[in-house]
Nanobody, 120 residues
C-alpha cells in the first residue's frame, strides 16, 4: 500500500515563501499522478495543484496560479510544492495524494498532512 509523508509546513508571515515535500514509499512513484490539496478550518478540502506521472501535465487552482509551483523528482520518489507570496488565506493543512486516474482526477492514497500558517 502506498505511503505518503509530507514535510515542510510551518508558520510564516504574509509575503513569505515556503516549500513542501511529499515522499512516497511502498509503491512505484513514477506510476502515480500526484496532487496537493488543502483544508482550512471549517472548510472542505480543496485541490491546489496536480502533476501527471511523467510531469508533463500540471493543473493549478485559480487561487494559487502564479504563486505556487508543483514539481516532482521521480528519482527521489518526491513531489514538491513551492509556495511564494503567501497570503493569510493560504493557511490550511496541506495534503499530498497519489492516484492513477488523471481525468477525472481520482486520488486514492493520502498523506497525513502538514500545517501551513500564514500570519498577516
Amino acid at each position: 500500500q502506498v505511503h505518503l509523508v509530507e514535510s515542510g509546513g510551518g508558520l510564516v508571515q504574509a509575503g513569505a515563501s515556503l516549500g513542501l515535500s511529499c515522499a512516497l514509499s511502498r509503491g512505484t512513484f513514477s506510476a502515480y499522478h500526484m496532487g496537493w490539496f488543502r483544508q482550512a478550518p471549517g472548510k472542505e478540502r480543496e485541490p491546489v495543484a496536480r502533476i501527471s506521472a511523467n510531469g508533463v501535465r500540471i493543473v493549478y487552482a485559480d487561487s494559487v496560479k502564479g504563486r505556487f509551483t508543483i514539481s516532482r523528482d521521480n528519482a527521489k520518489n518526491t513531489v514538491y510544492l513551492q509556495m511564494n507570496s503567501l497570503k493569510p488565506e493560504d493557511t490550511a493543512v496541506y495534503f499530498c495524494a497519489a492516484g492513477t486516474t488523471w481525468s477525472p482526477p481520482i486520488f486514492k492514497s493520502w498523506g497525513q498532512g502538514t500545517q501551513v500558517t500564514v500570519s498577516s
